[in-house]
């Protein structure tokens, strides 16, 4: 794949809508680019504009699994996307939104696509998620994992791979993308998971014996979603599309879109020449973030299972405004030009978290089919205190909790769907590592 930087003015099929200046798809499909105003009277920040994506049909992002000797394997693609750093990641058998799917492109159709609009074999899992809030307006995709049990042959490009090596494949610097990292968070505990955690007080034992749903929890499931529902209910956020070119502080200039502050991201336009791919050639619009961003877990062990500390985060593009976050998730080089009460609570916590603590830490890219070299940095951190005891947006989940709401929509965003893939991976023995050590891109 060869992607060019060029000009928003020169990117083929797109033009800026005279009226509004709204980037859009001469197609009328894929996405636009809008603005967004956001009013959150009483905060540190109670309101600003910014560009937003739009892009309202929900695509399939699916995982076909199979048993291979009583073994899980999972069928992943090599897959290649414009917003990559590093090239090719893995990616889901069926990575596809809307318009890709029904061929809007005029190009080749979806590999394994039918499996999925009409599965044949068991579904799993079968789950619409929202994705990033921050840059996407109420974007959500349906995430599945199917079961196969006769033959489904690899095609080029794609390969069977042991459910285990994929989770492992996790610690790895931007290997596994987004789309799959979600997709594995929803898969449910699979027969004799939690009978198979080794024996022994390493971390990632206690982490295997907390998934399972008999194990306890420093709160009932109802009344977590009693005080959710509540800051749902509660919560004075307003966000409303508006025409682009009145978002303010922003500013068009050299063929890109930048705040004034030089923070937060810009959107900028690419060329791309692919091949493999089911359209050779396309030009589009990407979100390029500024800054590398942290996303973190808080864990502690409570009653003997492993819980972890979820912020209750509100992002303007969430469906339902409110949405399960890590303890920890920002871009901290932002916070430079916004006050110092917006700062995150716990930001320099984990900043500072000692080695001994961290039980995972790898960067990992987010989608880079429309984010450019977007990239966080993910740590689990295990901690022995409260640091925010009482706090009304934070709660203690049990591990096992997390893996039920994911069952359902809109309750973990993104990041934290990444973290509990994550988790799953520190639940399984490593191959190439001791009991209880940190699973790190070092790993």
């Given at each position: 794949m060869r992607?060019?930087?060029?000009?928003?003015e020169?990117?083929?099929?797109w033009?800026?809508?005279?009226?509004?200046g709204?980037?859009?798809?001469?197609?009328?499909?894929f996405?636009?680019?809008?603005?967004?105003d956001?009013?959150r009277?009483?905060?540190a920040?109670?309101?600003?504009?910014?560009?937003?994506?739009?892009?309202?049909?929900?695509?399939?992002?699916?995982i076909?699994?199979?048993?291979?000797?009583?073994?899980?394997?999972?069928?992943?693609?090599?897959?290649n996307?414009?917003?990559?750093?590093?090239?090719a990641?893995?990616?889901?058998?069926v990575?596809a939104t809307r318009s890709?799917?029904?061929r809007?492109?005029?190009?080749r159709?979806v590999p394994?696509?039918e499996l999925?609009?009409?599965p044949?074999?068991?579904v799993?899992a079968d789950?619409?998620?929202?994705?990033?809030?921050?840059w996407?307006?109420?974007?959500?995709?349906r995430?599945?994992v199917?079961e196969?049990?006769?033959?489904?042959?690899?095609a080029?490009?794609?390969r069977w791979?042991?459910l285990?090596?994929v989770?492992e494949?996790?610690?790895?610097p931007?290997?596994?993308?987004m789309?799959?990292?979600?997709?594995l968070?929803c898969?449910?505990?699979?027969?004799?998971?939690?009978?198979?955690?080794?024996?022994g007080?390493?971390?990632?034992?206690?982490?295997?014996?907390?998934?399972d749903?008999?194990?306890?929890?420093?709160?009932?499931?109802?009344?977590?979603l009693?005080w959710l529902?509540?800051i749902?209910s509660?919560?004075?956020v307003?966000?409303?599309?508006?025409?682009?070119?009145?978002?303010r502080q922003?500013?068009?200039a050299?063929?890109?879109?930048?705040?004034?502050s030089g923070?937060?991201f810009?959107?900028?336009g690419v060329?791309?020449?692919?091949?493999?791919r089911?359209?050779?050639?396309w030009s589009?619009?990407m979100?390029?973030?500024?800054g590398t961003?942290?996303?973190a877990f808080?864990?502690?062990?409570?009653g003997?299972?492993v819980?972890a500390?979820a912020?209750?985060?509100?992002?303007?593009?969430?469906?339902d405004?409110?949405?399960l976050?890590p303890?920890?998730?920002?871009?901290p080089?932002?916070?430079?030009?916004?006050?110092?009460?917006?700062?995150?609570?716990l930001?320099a916590?984990?900043l500072?978290?000692p080695a001994?603590?961290?039980?995972?830490?790898?960067?990992?890219?987010e989608?880079?089919?429309?984010?450019f070299h977007?990239?966080?940095r993910y740590?689990?951190?295990?901690?022995?205190?409260?640091?925010?005891p009482g706090?009304?947006?934070f709660?203690?989940?049990?591990?096992?909790?997390?893996?039920e709401?994911?069952?359902?929509?809109?309750?973990?965003?993104?990041?934290?769907?990444?973290l509990?893939a994550?988790?799953h991976?520190?639940a399984?023995r490593?191959?190439?590592?001791?009991?209880?050590?940190p699973?790190?891109?070092?790993?």
């Amino acid at each position: 794949m060869r992607v060019t930087p060029v000009p928003l003015e020169e990117l083929a099929g797109w033009r800026a809508d005279p009226a509004t200046g709204d980037l859009r798809h001469a197609s009328g499909g894929f996405f636009t680019v809008e603005g967004l105003d956001v009013r959150r009277p009483g905060w540190a920040v109670p309101g600003w504009t910014q560009p937003i994506i739009n892009q309202p049909e929900a695509g399939i992002l699916g995982i076909l699994l199979r048993r291979r000797g009583g073994e899980p394997e999972l069928l992943m693609q090599a897959k290649n996307e414009p917003g990559n750093p590093e090239g090719a990641q893995l990616s889901p058998t069926v990575q596809a939104t809307r318009s890709n799917y029904t061929r809007l492109h005029q190009g080749r159709a979806v590999p394994y696509l039918e499996l999925f609009r009409r599965p044949r074999g068991r579904v799993l899992a079968d789950v619409r998620q929202s994705e990033q809030g921050a840059w996407f307006y109420r974007k959500r995709n349906r995430n599945m994992v199917v079961e196969v049990d006769g033959h489904v042959e690899a095609a080029e490009g794609f390969r069977w791979l042991p459910l285990r090596l994929v989770r492992e494949l996790l610690s790895v610097p931007d290997l596994v993308n987004m789309d799959a990292r979600t997709v594995l968070a929803c898969l449910p505990l699979l027969g004799g998971e939690p009978e198979r955690a080794w024996d022994g007080g390493g971390f990632g034992a206690a982490v295997a014996r907390s998934r399972d749903p008999r194990a306890g929890a420093r709160h009932g499931l109802p009344e977590l979603l009693s005080w959710l529902s509540g800051i749902r209910s509660t919560v004075d956020v307003h966000a409303r599309p508006v025409p682009l070119n009145q978002v303010r502080q922003w500013r068009r200039a050299d063929g890109r879109i930048a705040h004034e502050s030089g923070r937060f991201f810009e959107v900028m336009g690419v060329r791309v020449e692919a091949g493999g791919r089911e359209v050779t050639s396309w030009s589009q619009p990407m979100l390029a973030p500024v800054g590398t961003g942290v996303a973190a877990f808080l864990v502690r062990r409570i009653g003997g299972v492993v819980h972890a500390l979820a912020h209750a985060r509100v992002e303007p593009g969430y469906t339902d405004v409110v949405e399960l976050a890590p303890t920890v998730q920002c871009t901290p080089g932002n916070y430079d030009v916004l006050p110092r009460a917006a700062r995150p609570p716990l930001l320099a916590e984990v900043l500072g978290a000692p080695a001994g603590r961290i039980r995972f830490d790898t960067v990992l890219s987010e989608e880079g089919g429309r984010f450019f070299h977007a990239r966080n940095r993910y740590q689990v951190i295990e901690v022995e205190e409260d640091p925010l005891p009482g706090h009304p947006a934070f709660r203690w989940i049990a591990l096992h909790q997390l893996d039920e709401l994911l069952r359902h929509s809109y309750y973990l965003n993104v990041q934290a769907r990444t973290l509990n893939a994550c988790l799953h991976a520190l639940a399984q023995r490593p191959a190439s590592a001791a009991v209880g050590a940190p699973i790190s891109a070092a790993a």
